[in-house]
Every structure is written in C-alpha cells, then in structure tokens.
C-alpha cells in the first residue's frame, strides 16, 4: 500500500504487445489494499493476461460486488468499462450487460464472501446458467473489511487470527461450479504467476462460463500459523494437477513433451490449451471424475489446483437462448422498437 | 549465481552511478537533497571535503557524473548535477567556521608542492589540517594553476578562483608566488621530507606543417594563447580564425576569439563530430555562439603571403577502423580545401614536460616521458618524490587531479609516518534505514517527471561584448530546486531480508520498472534471460539473494531502479528496507585497518 502513484517513466526498451502496449498501459489506479495483500498479485496476474494476448483495454468490461476483492477492478485495466455493483450482484449485472452486448469480454471479480455467502444464490445462477464470463473469486477465507471474521469458505477447524477455531463447514466454489455447469474450471494461487497466468488467459479466451477460484491471502487477518489459507500453508499443501500453456493461432508452437504427457484442447476461438500432466491419473474432461478426485484429495488435506475441468465444445447463455449476434446498441431504434403495427400483427397471431 | 554480498563496501557505491563515476567519489545525491533542502553551506561542505573546489568545479568540471547518472537510463536526460554544485557555491552563507583549522603546533615535517594547480592544493590542504607545514611554490602570480590561465573568465571567474584557493592559504599553507623552481636537485636539497609534483602539463603541441614558421606572427598555441588573454597580455584577434582541434581547449580558444574581434570564428577537426574530445555541451556552447564546426579536415598547409598568413590548406579524410577497432584517417582522395584566415589558434593536444627535472638524480621517466610511478600511491622512483594531477599520467581533467591529490597526500602521509604505502586507509560506509513511519521515508521518494533544466545565460550580444562577464547565470533558488527533485537519491538503497520474506509478490507487483523477479536461481547468462524486464546492461548488477522458504531466488536488476521505495512500501514483513549508504572516502590521516 503506497500513497504515490507509479512514476511513468519508462525506459526505452520496455517489452510491448502486438498492439504497442506495454504492461504499465493495462494497469489502473494505485492499490490502497494492505501490503502484501494477495488480491494485489491477483491484479497483475489479470494485466499480465491482457498484455500477453494483447486484448484492446476498450474490449473489457470488468465487474465486481462489494469487498476487498471487489474494489481491485479499480487497479488494473483502467482504461477499460467497469461497473462496481451491489454486494453479491456482480453475477446478475453482468449477465444483463452480456445479454445486452455479447461483443466485448466479460471479467467478474468477486470474493468469498461476495460469492460464497451474500451472492452465492447469484453465483449458482450465472454458472447453471453458462454466462460467457471470466468468474474469478479471490478467496482469503475471512471477511478482511470487517476485520477478520471466518467467511463461508474457511476450512473447518482452522483457526482465526485470535486463536477460534472454525466450526463450520465449508463452501467449496469449485465443486460448486463443476456441479453447476460452469465449461472452464480452475484454482489456483495468489503467489504462483506461473500457474495463474495462464489459466486467467485460458478463461479470458474460453467460450462459456469460466470460473477460477484463487486462494488469495490476507496478510492482515489470515496469514497465521493454523489458518489454511496462509501462503506458508498452501505453498506446503499445493498439489497442481497439471500445467497450463495458451497458445493464439498466431503462436508457434515450439515446445514438445514426451507422448501421453500432454493433452492438447483446442478451443471455441481457435486458441489452444496446452496441458503437462502432473498428476498421473486425472483427466480435466471428466467431470465426474474431477469432483470425485476434488473430495478425495480435499479429505487428505491437499488443496488441487491446476485447469480442473474444461469442455471447449461448450455452449453459452446466448446459444441457449437465440439471442441476436448483434450488440443491442448497434442495433438501431427501428429494429429495436419496430411499432405498434408489428406489435399488433404479433398479438393477433397469437390469439 | 553467488548470493550478493551487500557487505562488500564496493556493491552498493557502485549502484551510486554518480558517485562512481566521480574520480574524488563525490556523494552526490546527499548534496542535492541538501540543495533541495535550502541548505547551501551543508551542500558546500559535502563537496569541499571530497573535491576541494566546489565553486570551480560547479562552472567548469568534465562531470563523469552526468553520462553516468541513472536518469539518463530511464528518461531522455541526466540530472544537471554539475550545475546543482555551482548552487551549492553560489548560495552558500559563509562558511569560514566550517572549515578545518590547522593545528597551532606542527608536526615538524615539511612538504614541498611544485606547481599550485588544484592536485598540489588538495595536497596542501588534505596534509595542512594534519599539522605538516606545506608550502606550495608557482611561478605565476596567483594560485589556481591551469585553471587560472588556460580556462577562459568568461566561464569561470576570478572570483571564484580566488576564493577557493583562499580557504587553501587559510590552512597556515605558504603559498610562494612567482618562484620557479629551476631544478629538482636543489629543491630536494632543501631537505624536505616529502615533494609533490604538480606542474601539469604545460606544453601546447604544436602543428610543424609547411608555412608554420614563415606566418608565426598570426599562429598561436592554445594553451598558451589562453594563458596571454587570461592575464591580459593579448586584447584582440584578426577577424577571421581558424581553431585547429577538436578538445575542451579548443573550445575555450574559439569562445575567446569570438569575444576578442573575430567575427569569423570556426572550428576545424579532424575526426567526426561524436568523436571530439570537447564534451558535449562545451560544442553546444560554441555553436550557440555561432562558432561552426568543420570534421574530417585535416590541416597540411599555413598559406602565407611573404609572411603573412592567408588561410590553411585541409585535405579531406574519412574514418576507417581496422579489425581492433582502431581508428585510421585516410585521405579521401577529393580536391583540398583553403579556408582563408588572419589567426590560427592550435588546440591538437597538451604534452607533459619536466625541463626542471634533472634526469641523474634516480628518478625514472618512461618512453613517452612520463614519470614512471606507482599507479596507487603516486610515488616515484625517488622514494620522497610524488606526482599528481595531469604531470602524474598525462592531461586529464580537474576532478581526477584532486582524485590523485588525496592519494598522493595519503601516501605522503604515510611516507612521513614511517608506515607502508600499499597499506592504504579505506573508505568506511555507513547504511542506515530512511523508515519513519508507514509511508514516511526521511528522502522525498516521490519521482519527479520533469525535464531537465537549462541553465540560464547572458544575451549572446552581452556575452560576446565582454571576454570576462560570465556567460552562464546559473540556475537561481527556484531553478535549482526543481532539478535536484529529478534526482533518484540512488544512495538510498534498496536492502533486502530474506528470512523475513514471504514471497507475497507484492513487490515485483508495484515496482514501476519491473526490475524485481522471483525464480529459481541460474548463470547470470540465463538468469538475465529470465528476469521480468528485459535485462540488457550486463555493467549493471545484479541483486541476488538467497534463503527463500521456496528455494527460489530474488534477482533486482540495478540497472533502472528509480529508488522509490515502492517495494518497501509494499512489503508486509519489512524483507524490503530502504537504507541510506553514504561513504567516507579516506583523507591523509585515517589509519589502515590492521591485519
């Protein structure tokens, strides 16, 4: 947390995107989170994505609810459309804003407590529902804004800041959406770019409801010994289940794996997702198999992250529902509202 | 590669680009923070002890500072450091009571400096604190040296010269005017116990081309041309000049000649223009005075009519560089060019010259007549002998003679002590955290995004008018606080704790030049490939430090950290600190470390 804004100076020699950005052009406004907060390092990872598949900042809409994890839209992609709804309604304006203009990409950021507890009946719906999204709650396991208290996500039998122990059950986001229908399913962590980079530019270019549940730290109420969301807990409990690379129609393809290592998923738009096998036995196309393996592994304590599911076959709201191609504002207000003649010739046919 | 060792006194003076660069090692950014604070006397004080001649070198020094100043690797200019020290000077209060006072009671021993330019007064004065009795012999009328008689007062004033040399004489030093010593042999007759050699290099090269000797009336050394206009011997010059040269006095020479009469004033070089030996802005300077510059001529012939000189005859060449990279002149094979002139003035180069210095009585010269000496000591084959300034090594510049000044002085110091030489007192550094609070640092970490700016000066037609009226104003309170704000304070270092790190990220996150990576460790060849921005200045280090709960490594690129302390702000845990290095260079006097 800093009050000074960035210095722009730039040296001469900084990397840019196809489109002449450079990384710094897809950032926002100053961060006023805590230091070390991972929600922070979830936003570069989001600028990382958008330099690296040189997304034009004006084809983003970028829309949150209410917590820490809700106010981050203000600190990357700030020359991009936002919208900063009311706590837990991320999902439902954001399915209104897609249903109104399927043309631009569609990016919610929530929390655990927006998504889990306030909005979870709002989240269920936007994925059953498969709204073409980015879905990716920041999940630190504490309300952080109303200093620390156990949100629905935190693991039973962790304990608080201040030594209670957790006596709830946990929501799992991520058995949620596989249950639900979501396409595209992954989770990962705060302080893995490696790992987050790619599956952020996977469901920034997935067709179909894409969700990522990123377990996020919160320094300040969450980052202590007996929490399970610290960065010393899931840096010793992280078992990834495979490797994401993205790779654009315009990429060479220049790395190679031995046979059976790596499975390659070709996507709606052309782009392909390669996946280095890590764990032996896990198939992300299976999605039985994926909440079986999920609860398994969940019981020995592991937390699986890794792309845990994806149907690059999938379709969206829009197919679902035959809507038009074209963004409603472009449509032009005879087409839109084409009079009370046709309105009559409708109702008469269907008397 | 090896974890960095930040203990290494020589890791974090290096990040200090300027400080670096500078031969006295000036500790430039703590004088411009004191600048921006309206403290001129501290500012002052800061250089006076470093290099001796603030005010002086605030006008005329060849500032290896600036080309290495980090603003210039992330914005288009360096930060005017030079001009931010002529501020200091400026606008000081007096200083008489912050100076050193010579002790009443002398040690007994007596030194001899020949020549008083400013190597013999650093001696002087570095050793005069010390209570040796110095006396300091010249064969002019003033003390100043070569930066009285060969830079023009136009660019720096009497005044000044008087004023710093002043504070030297105040040191109980004897300062022997017009005495020239005639001869070695005798003066170590005198039974001093120690001498230092200042003299310079006093001898203009000449250009022994056809027609020289017939046209010598209106052909001139420019060293010594300089020195006649300095003391006023010389008033005025034909209205057409040529400059043979391409240096700093080549410089001068053309200035001066377009304030004496010439009207048509131009500079002849043989190189190219990027090559010339003049710094930058001093070709700035002469081309604002409408002084062209011609390249690639190289002079052949004085044309004269019965002795009196018509013009010179150049021939054209091109730069060819052989497989070492050498440079070879080759004529070009195109029709010659006469120029038509009433003065030429010969600035191609100084040479050192010792006719006083007997060459039986044990100390050795080289083949290109140059003393042979230790590099680090500055002693000579004459154990009591020592050299300096540009008669140790040949023509540099004045900050490098006040450089070797120290070092001889320590030498000499040690000399009189009985102590050995290559033992050498070193320089102590001092680290301290700039933390006052959450986000309060004791520096102004805020990055200035403005340009650098230009110093104010005379109108041409004022400036031309009168050879001794100061061309440049120098920056006023205002000015000069809002360059020393484009200052990056890269003395404050970025110091790194890795047990207390908990990799967060938050860090490489904010950091505005995205020189802060965590990977797995490497070659520098590959870790280089492998930072977050590309790292392309292999004289820049590398931070590396090990000891990561996750066995990965974090690499700072040095090279393009602004010093914002954004990473310190940023991080949890304190692993990121934001600590203040200031370095004691050694003076005559501190003792070695014992082994």
Same mark, same amino acid.
């Given at each position: 947390?800093?009050?000074?804004?960035?210095?722009?100076?730039?040296?001469?020699?900084?990397?840019?995107?196809?489109?002449?950005?450079?990384?710094?052009?897809?950032?926002?406004?100053?961060?006023?989170?805590?230091?070390?907060?991972?929600?922070?390092?979830?936003?570069?990872?989001?600028?990382?994505?958008?330099?690296?598949?040189?997304?034009?900042?004006?084809?983003?809409?970028?829309?949150?609810?209410?917590?820490?994890?809700?106010?981050?839209?203000?600190?990357?992609?700030?020359?991009?459309?936002?919208?900063?709804?009311?706590?837990?309604?991320?999902?439902?304006?954001?399915?209104?804003?897609?249903?109104?203009?399927?043309?631009?990409?569609?990016?919610?950021?929530?929390?655990? $407590?927006?998504?889990?507890?306030?909005?979870?009946?709002?989240?269920?719906?936007?994925?059953?529902?498969?709204?073409?999204?980015?879905?990716?709650?920041?999940?630190?396991?504490?309300?952080?804004?109303?200093?620390?208290?156990?949100?629905?996500?935190?693991?039973?039998?962790?304990?608080?800041?201040?030594?209670?122990?957790?006596?709830?059950?946990?929501?799992?986001?991520?058995?949620?959406?596989?249950?639900?229908?979501?396409?595209?399913? $992954?989770?990962?962590?705060? $302080?893995?770019?490696?790992?987050?980079?790619?599956?952020?530019?996977?469901?920034?270019?997935?067709?179909?409801?894409?969700?990522?549940?990123?377990?996020?730290?919160?320094?300040?109420?969450?980052?202590?010994?007996?929490?399970?969301?610290?960065?010393?807990?899931?840096?010793?409990?992280?078992?990834?289940? +495979?490797?994401?690379?993205?790779?654009?129609?315009?990429?060479?393809?220049?790395?190679?794996?031995?046979?059976?290592?790596?499975?390659?998923?070709?996507?709606?738009?052309?782009?392909?997702?390669?996946?280095?096998?890590?764990?032996?036995?896990?198939?992300?196309?299976?999605?039985?198999?994926?909440?079986?393996?999920?609860?398994?592994?969940?019981?020995?304590?592991?937390?699986?992250?890794?792309?845990?599911?994806?149907?690059?076959?999938?379709?969206?709201?829009?197919?679902?529902? +035959?809507?038009?191609?074209?963004?409603?504002?472009?449509?032009?207000?005879?087409?839109?509202?084409? $009079?009370?003649?046709?309105?009559?010739?409708?109702?008469?046919?269907?008397? | 590669?090896?974890?960095?060792?930040?203990?290494?006194?020589?890791?974090?003076? =290096?990040?200090?680009?300027?400080?670096?660069?500078?031969?006295?090692?000036?500790?430039?950014?703590?004088?411009?923070?004191?600048?921006?604070?309206?403290?001129?006397?501290?500012?002052?004080?800061?250089?006076?002890?470093?290099?001796?001649?603030?005010?002086?070198?605030?006008?005329?020094?060849?500032?290896?500072?600036?080309?290495?100043?980090?603003?210039?690797?992330?914005?288009?200019?360096?930060?005017?450091?030079?001009?931010?020290?002529?501020?200091?000077?400026?606008?000081? !209060?007096?200083?008489?009571?912050?100076?050193?006072?010579?002790?009443?009671?002398?040690?007994?021993?007596?030194?001899?400096?020949?020549?008083?330019?400013?190597?013999?007064?650093?001696?002087?004065?570095?050793?005069?604190?010390?209570?040796?009795?110095?006396?300091?012999?010249?064969?002019? =009328?003033?003390?100043?040296?070569?930066?009285?008689?060969?830079?023009?007062? #136009? /660019?720096?004033?009497?005044?000044? %010269?008087?004023?710093?040399?002043?504070?030297?004489?105040?040191?109980?030093?004897?300062?022997?005017?017009?005495?020239?010593?005639?001869?070695?042999?005798?003066?170590?007759?005198?039974?001093?116990?120690?001498?230092?050699?200042?003299?310079?290099?006093?001898?203009? /090269?000449?250009?022994?081309?056809?027609?020289?000797?017939?046209?010598?009336?209106?052909? *001139?050394?420019?060293?010594?041309?300089?020195?006649?206009?300095?003391?006023?011997?010389?008033?005025?010059?034909?209205? /057409?000049?040529?400059?043979?040269?391409?240096?700093?006095?080549?410089?001068?020479?053309?200035?001066?000649?377009?304030?004496?009469?010439?009207?048509?004033?131009?500079?002849?070089?043989?190189?190219?223009?990027?090559?010339?030996?003049?710094?930058?802005?001093?070709?700035?300077?002469?081309?604002?005075?409408?002084?062209?510059?011609?390249?690639?001529?190289?002079?052949?012939? #004085?044309? *004269?009519?019965?002795?009196?000189?018509?013009?010179?005859?150049?021939?054209?060449?091109?730069? &060819?560089?052989?497989?070492?990279?050498?440079?070879?002149?080759?004529?070009?094979? !195109?029709?010659?060019?006469?120029?038509?002139?009433?003065?030429?003035?010969?600035?191609?180069?100084?040479?050192?010259?010792?006719?006083?210095? !007997?060459?039986?009585?044990?100390?050795?010269?080289?083949?290109?007549?140059?003393?042979?000496?230790?590099?680090?000591?500055?002693?000579?084959?004459?154990?009591?002998?020592? #050299?300096?300034?540009?008669?140790?090594?040949?023509?540099?510049?004045?900050?490098?003679?006040?450089?070797?000044?120290?070092?001889?002085?320590?030498?000499?110091?040690?000399?009189?002590?009985?102590?050995?030489?290559?033992?050498?007192?070193?320089?102590?550094?001092?680290?301290?955290?700039?933390?006052?609070?959450? *986000?309060?640092?004791?520096?102004?970490?805020?990055?200035?995004?403005?340009?650098?700016?230009?110093?104010?000066?005379?109108?041409?037609?004022?400036?031309?008018?009168?050879?001794?009226?100061?061309?440049?104003?120098?920056?006023?309170?205002?000015?000069?606080?809002? &360059?020393?704000?484009?200052?990056?304070?890269?003395?404050?270092?970025?110091?790194?704790?890795?047990?207390?790190?908990?990799?967060?990220?938050?860090?490489?996150? %904010?950091?505005?030049?995205?020189?802060?990576?965590?990977?797995?460790?490497?070659?520098?060849?590959?870790?280089?490939?492998?930072?977050?921005?590309?790292?392309?200045?292999?004289?820049?280090?590398?931070?590396?430090?090990?000891?990561?709960?996750?066995?990965?490594?974090?690499?700072?690129?040095?090279?393009?950290?602004? *010093?914002?302390?954004?990473?310190?702000?940023?991080?949890?845990?304190?692993?990121?600190?934001?600590?203040? #290095?200031?370095?004691?260079?050694?003076?005559?006097?501190?003792?070695?470390?014992?082994?």
């Amino acid at each position: 947390m800093t009050y000074l804004a960035k210095p722009r100076l730039l040296t001469a020699d900084a990397p840019r995107n196809a489109l002449g950005y450079t990384r710094r052009d897809y950032e926002g406004a100053i961060s006023t989170l805590c230091a070390g907060c991972g929600h922070d390092s979830i936003s570069a990872a989001i600028v990382q994505a958008c330099f690296d598949l040189d997304i034009e900042p004006h084809r983003v809409a970028k829309l949150s609810g209410i917590g820490c994890s809700s106010k981050t839209p203000d600190y990357f992609l700030g020359n991009s459309h936002g919208f900063n709804s009311v706590h837990g309604r991320m999902p439902s304006v954001l399915t209104g804003a897609a249903l109104a203009n399927r043309n631009l990409i569609y990016l919610g950021v929530s929390g655990d $407590g927006d998504s889990a507890s306030i909005g979870i009946g709002q989240f269920a719906h936007a994925m059953r529902r498969g709204v073409n999204m980015t879905y990716i709650v920041e999940n630190n396991g504490v309300y952080g804004l109303t200093k620390g208290q156990f949100s629905a996500t935190a693991d039973k039998g962790s304990k608080s800041k201040r030594g209670v122990v957790n006596s709830d059950s946990p929501i799992d986001l991520v058995t949620l959406a596989l249950q639900l229908g979501a396409s595209y399913v $992954g989770r990962s962590f705060s $302080g893995d770019k490696e790992q987050l980079v790619p599956l952020i530019k996977g469901a920034l270019r997935h067709n179909g409801p894409a969700f990522i549940d990123v377990i996020s730290p919160c320094v300040t109420f969450n980052n202590h010994a007996g929490s399970t969301k610290s960065y010393d807990y899931v840096r010793e409990h992280n078992e990834a289940v +495979n490797r994401v690379e993205v790779i654009l129609p315009r990429d060479k393809i220049e790395t190679s794996y031995p046979p059976g290592s790596l499975r390659r998923v070709v996507q709606h738009d052309g782009s392909i997702l390669h996946l280095r096998k890590l764990a032996e036995d896990y198939d992300p196309s299976d999605r039985i198999g994926a909440i079986n393996y999920l609860q398994g592994r969940q019981a020995l304590g592991e937390i699986v992250t890794g792309l845990l599911y994806v149907d690059s076959s999938a379709l969206d709201m829009h197919s679902h529902l +035959n809507t038009v191609e074209k963004p409603l504002n472009q449509l032009g207000d005879a087409y839109l509202c084409p $009079g009370s003649k046709v309105l009559e010739a409708l109702n008469t046919s269907l008397r | 590669m090896k974890p960095t060792d930040t203990n290494a006194p020589d890791y974090f003076h =290096k990040v200090v680009d300027c400080q670096w660069a500078c031969p006295a090692h000036t500790p430039v950014p703590e004088y411009i923070r004191q600048i921006a604070a309206g403290q001129f006397a501290e500012a002052y004080m800061i250089n006076w002890r470093s290099n001796v001649f603030p005010g002086i070198l605030g006008r005329v020094c060849d500032r290896p500072c600036e080309p290495a100043c980090r603003r210039g690797r992330v914005d288009k200019e360096p930060v005017a450091i030079c001009r931010l020290k002529r501020v200091a000077a400026d606008y000081k !209060e007096d200083i008489h009571e912050r100076l050193p006072v010579a002790p009443k009671q002398k040690n007994g021993k007596r030194i001899a400096c020949v020549g008083a330019g400013p190597a013999s007064l650093t001696v002087a004065r570095d050793l005069a604190v010390l209570g040796y009795e110095v006396t300091v012999f010249d064969d002019g =009328k003033t003390a100043g040296g070569m930066m009285r008689s060969q830079i023009p007062k #136009f /660019r720096l004033p009497d005044s000044v %010269i008087d004023e710093e040399c002043g504070y030297i004489e105040g040191l109980d030093v004897a300062i022997f005017q017009n005495r020239w010593i005639a001869s070695l042999r005798d003066l170590l007759a005198e039974d001093w116990d120690a001498v230092f050699v200042g003299t310079g290099a006093p001898r203009g /090269r000449d250009a022994d081309l056809a027609g020289r000797r017939e046209s010598s009336a209106h052909i *001139h050394v420019g060293i010594e041309w300089l020195a006649n206009v300095a003391f006023g011997h010389v008033s005025e010059i034909g209205r /057409r000049v040529i400059v043979l040269g391409g240096g700093n006095t080549a410089m001068d020479c053309c200035r001066s000649a377009r304030r004496l009469g010439g009207e048509d004033v131009r500079v002849v070089v043989r190189s190219g223009f990027d090559e010339m030996k003049a710094s930058p802005w001093e070709k700035e300077d002469a081309m604002h005075e409408g002084i062209p510059i011609h390249n690639f001529l190289m002079h052949k012939e #004085f044309l *004269h009519d019965n002795g009196r000189l018509t013009g010179v005859r150049f021939e054209k060449v091109r730069a &060819e560089y052989d497989e070492k990279g050498r440079r070879n002149l080759v004529p070009t094979g !195109e029709p010659d060019i006469v120029m038509e002139c009433d003065d030429v003035l010969i600035a191609i180069g100084q040479e050192n010259a010792f006719p006083w210095i !007997e060459r039986d009585i044990g100390l050795e010269f080289d083949k290109w007549g140059l003393p042979v000496l230790d590099p680090v000591t500055l002693q000579s084959t004459l154990p009591r002998v020592f #050299f300096g300034g540009d008669a140790a090594f040949g023509p540099k510049n004045i900050i490098t003679a006040v450089a070797q000044g120290h070092e001889a002085a320590i030498s000499i110091d040690r000399f009189c002590r009985g102590r050995p030489l290559d033992k050498r007192p070193p320089a102590t550094v001092n680290l301290v955290s700039q933390k006052m609070g959450i *986000h309060e640092w004791s520096y102004d970490n805020q990055i200035s995004e403005e340009a650098r700016r230009k110093v104010p000066v005379k109108s041409l037609e004022e400036a031309l008018s009168n050879i001794k009226a100061e061309f440049e104003l120098g920056f006023d309170p205002r000015l000069a606080c809002a &360059e020393t704000e484009r200052c990056l304070n890269c003395d404050v270092q970025t110091v790194f704790t890795p047990k207390l790190c908990i990799e967060c990220d938050g860090c490489v996150d %904010i950091c505005p030049t995205e020189c802060i990576t965590f990977t797995a460790n490497g070659e520098e060849d590959d870790l280089r490939t492998r930072l977050k921005a590309p790292s392309r200045n292999p004289d820049q280090a590398l931070y590396v430090a090990d000891g990561l709960k996750t066995q990965r490594v974090m690499v700072k690129d040095e090279n393009v950290c602004l *010093h914002c302390g954004m990473c310190a702000e940023r991080c949890p845990t304190g692993a990121w600190d934001m600590q203040k #290095f200031y370095l004691n260079t050694a003076l005559a006097g501190a003792e070695a470390p014992r082994t």
